[in-house]
């Protein structure tokens, strides 16, 4: 993974570069002792299915008497040698071999530098940062909130205020919501009870795998937080990204939603388009029976802040759609795709349809792109009225 650049799905049983590349060394290897490096006393050999050097010593032709006698006899007459003589040929044969060796060694470390250690490791998501979509969120010097949305959960209570069941209510997202409700309820302040509980989707782990490394290099601080947790001025000073469902959105639904052509149903598994009339209902909630495959929607948004700050919405109406979409803007082609179809405008919303099986997501297709007027959106008025 290091040498070449690979990332954590590298399988050596079906990717054969490793291979390739200690074959191609040790036939240059074998090449050179057959050639030019066929007089070396030592060799660098590389062991068939292993990869690693092992040096091997060669043994030197059998040689005459005579020849014997006279190499004998060869150092002594080099140790009185002068300065400037000539040497032996045995002696500066030696001395070649020892440079060709040197030569050698040095020759391999830099190719084993060049082709298999490259100096900067790959980096899969950097023209993925510098899209149109993440730019403005990681160039700025603003802190980055990511947003989970999660469900509040309070207690129904009997009358010995023992709590028998717990409840989710779509309008009721937190214990502010609560003690707003019995406020205008009183009737059933006795029988509802706060207890601190909330619940995530399945799809917000895999959000949170595939957003985090796009956000890892960020010389900023990220901050993780639930929907329930967001603080109303968080949405003027900070980035936020929001990833999980459609009816976990809570005020940023009602904001993102005043300037958009659509609107999410009473039941959070439909999808209403006021500009054609088309109604986009999700199976992942109950499919039809029978049936493994199903059909959901994931929805994308990105829009100016009030105060010059981003928010980018990545949300579906169930898991299969929310998956979808988290891979969809952290992958190189489909946020091309995305990129393109928005036609630089800078907020702008997209709707998709993505099919799924056993609550896992196959495939998606985008089915629109359309614009979003941040002044509308913080100030109820559109732009070009102003």
């Given at each position: 993974?290091?040498?070449?650049?690979?990332?954590?799905?590298?399988?050596?049983?079906?990717?054969?570069?490793?291979?390739?590349?200690?074959?191609?060394?040790?036939?240059?290897?074998?090449?050179?002792?057959?050639?030019?490096?066929?007089?070396?006393?030592?060799?660098?050999?590389?062991?068939?299915?292993?990869?690693?050097?092992?040096?091997?010593?060669?043994?030197?032709?059998?040689?005459?008497?005579?020849?014997?006698?006279?190499?004998?006899?060869?150092?002594?007459?080099?140790?009185?040698?002068?300065?400037?003589?000539?040497?032996?040929?045995?002696?500066?044969?030696?001395?070649?071999?020892?440079?060709?060796?040197?030569?050698?060694?040095?020759?391999?470390?830099?190719?084993?530098?060049?082709?298999?250690?490259?100096?900067?490791?790959?980096?899969?998501?950097?023209?993925?940062?510098?899209?149109?979509?993440?730019?403005?969120?990681?160039?700025?010097?603003?802190?980055?909130?990511?947003?989970?949305?999660?469900?509040?959960?309070?207690?129904?209570?009997?009358?010995?205020?023992?709590?028998?069941?717990?409840?989710?209510?779509?309008?009721?997202?937190?214990?502010?919501?609560?003690?707003?409700?019995?406020?205008?309820?009183?009737?059933?302040?006795?029988?509802y009870m706060d207890l601190e509980l909330a619940y995530l989707p399945t799809a917000a782990?895999?959000?949170?795998?595939?957003?985090?490394?796009?956000?890892?290099?960020?010389?900023?601080?990220?901050?993780?937080?639930?929907?329930?947790?967001?603080?109303?001025?968080?949405?003027?000073?900070?980035?936020?990204?929001?990833?999980?469902?459609?009816?976990?959105?809570?005020?940023?639904?009602?904001?993102?939603?005043?300037?958009?052509?659509?609107?999410?149903?009473?039941?959070?598994?439909?999808?209403?388009?006021?500009?054609?009339?088309?109604?986009?209902?999700?199976?992942?909630?109950?499919?039809?029976?029978?049936?493994?495959?199903?059909?959901?929607?994931?929805?994308?948004?990105?829009?100016?802040?009030?105060?010059?700050?981003?928010?980018?919405?990545?949300?579906?109406?169930?898991?299969?759609?929310?998956?979808?979409?988290?891979?969809?803007?952290?992958?190189?082609?489909?946020?091309?795709?995305?990129?393109?179809?928005?036609?630089?405008?800078?907020?702008?919303?997209?709707?998709?349809?993505?099919?799924?099986?056993?609550?896992?997501?196959?495939?998606?297709?985008?089915?629109?792109?359309?614009?979003?007027?941040?002044?509308?959106?913080?100030?109820?008025?559109?732009?070009?009225?102003?």
């Amino acid at each position: 993974m290091d040498a070449f650049g690979k990332g954590a799905a590298f399988d050596v049983s079906q990717d054969a570069m490793v291979r390739v590349y200690v074959h191609k060394l040790r036939r240059k290897l074998e090449e050179f002792y057959t050639g030019t490096g066929a007089d070396e006393p030592a060799r660098l050999s590389i062991p068939k299915g292993e990869y690693r050097f092992v040096i091997e010593s060669v043994q030197p032709p059998a040689q005459p008497a005579e020849q014997a006698l006279t190499a004998v006899a060869a150092p002594a007459a080099t140790a009185l040698a002068l300065p400037g003589t000539i040497e032996a040929p045995s002696t500066r044969r030696r001395w070649i071999a020892l440079a060709l060796a040197a030569s050698l060694l040095i020759n391999i470390a830099l190719l084993l530098t060049a082709y298999m250690r490259p100096a900067q490791p790959r980096d899969d998501f950097a023209s993925i940062r510098q899209s149109a979509i993440w730019a403005p969120i990681l160039n700025d010097d603003r802190p980055i909130f990511l947003v989970i949305g999660d469900y509040y959960i309070f207690g129904e209570t009997d009358s010995t205020m023992e709590v028998k069941r717990l409840v989710r209510e779509f309008s009721i997202n937190s214990p502010q919501d609560l003690e707003q409700y019995l406020k205008l309820h009183p009737e059933d302040a006795e029988r509802y009870m706060d207890l601190e509980l909330a619940y995530l989707p399945t799809a917000a782990a895999y959000a949170l795998r595939d957003v985090m490394p796009v956000l890892s290099t960020a010389n900023k601080r990220i901050r993780i937080v639930t929907m329930s947790q967001l603080n109303p001025a968080v949405i003027k000073s900070a980035d936020i990204i929001y990833v999980g469902y459609l009816s976990g959105l809570g005020r940023l639904g009602e904001l993102a939603f005043r300037s958009s052509r659509l609107s999410v149903g009473e039941t959070y598994d439909e999808i209403v388009d006021h500009k054609t009339g088309k109604r986009y209902v999700s199976q992942a909630g109950a499919p039809y029976r029978g049936e493994t495959q199903v059909h959901d929607y994931g929805y994308f948004a990105t829009f100016a802040g009030p105060d010059g700050n981003r928010i980018m919405i990545v949300a579906g109406t169930r898991d299969v759609a929310a998956m979808h979409m988290s891979e969809t803007i952290t992958a190189q082609r489909t946020l091309d795709t995305l990129v393109s179809s928005a036609k630089s405008m800078p907020s702008f919303e997209a709707l998709y349809e993505v099919y799924g099986m056993d609550r896992m997501n196959l495939d998606g297709r985008l089915l629109l792109t359309s614009p979003l007027d941040s002044e509308r959106i913080w100030t109820g008025t559109a732009a070009a009225a102003r």
